[in-house]
């Protein structure tokens, strides 16, 4: 069954620790994305990818980085956790078309 | 600055009834618009998409409205049953295969039997 997959579910993390957050999607879909949502705010987008090798900031991309070395793979990288980055992260992924993004269930992170 | 504004209130109805939520949008000429479902905790999935020159989109119980003038969607749910309950999010998109969505805050919608 084609889906996204965002692992781990809910992750508690000391400060600057590093993290890895994983993202695998089964649809073949072009692009790819990361948002940060907190409780009852707007998507925040961080990174962004086109294709294979193509990554992109987003509105909220510093302190974070990302890699798309393959098509169904976009995982973001946190170098040194802080509180502030205490939230809910979302990837998903969509085809080159206009059509509706697929999300993952997302990860909840927190930074104590 | 882009602004998309989603009432913050949330709305309450009774089953049966149609749902009305509301999404304004200001310093923007997207090329379409989306509606998302999100459940608490969940990431959203999508819904419907219209495009700047449609005037309505009709999915089952759901219907949206897309006026360019007046910079505004409506986003309808007849016959709402208590399972509708959720935040709906209205997202934006430029007429390129390129662009990203910019997304609402969302309105929580609560259905009661």
């Known amino acids: 069954e084609a889906d996204i997959y965002q692992t781990p579910r809910y992750l508690v993390i000391g400060t600057g620790k590093k993290i890895t957050l994983e993202c695998s999607q089964t649809?073949?879909?072009?692009?790819m994305y990361w948002y940060q949502q907190d409780p009852g705010m707007e998507l925040h987008l961080i990174h962004y990818s086109y294709g294979v090798n193509s990554t992109e900031k987003g509105d909220l991309s510093s302190e974070s980085t990302v890699s798309r070395i393959r098509t169904e793979h976009f995982p973001l990288t946190l170098e040194s956790a802080r509180p502030s980055h205490t939230s809910q992260y979302l990837c998903a992924s969509s085809d080159l078309s206009d059509y509706g993004y697929t999300f993952g269930s997302g990860t909840r992170l927190t930074v104590v | 600055s882009q602004k998309i504004e989603q009432n913050s209130e949330a709305l309450n109805i009774q089953e049966g009834k149609t749902a009305t939520l509301t999404c304004n949008y200001t310093?923007?000429?997207?090329?379409?618009l989306q509606w998302y479902r999100q459940d608490p905790g969940r990431g959203p999935v999508f819904l419907l998409l219209i495009r700047e020159n449609e005037k309505e989109k009709r999915k089952e119980r759901l219907k949206v409205t897309f006026d360019t003038t007046l910079k505004q969607s409506l986003f309808h749910i007849t016959a709402s049953q208590p399972a509708d309950s959720a935040t709906y999010l209205c997202a934006l998109g430029l007429n390129s295969g390129y662009s990203t969505l910019t997304f609402g805050k969302g309105t929580m919608l609560l259905v009661s039997p």
């Open positions: 649809m073949g879909h072009d692009k």
């Open positions: 310093n923007y000429s997207p090329a379409y």
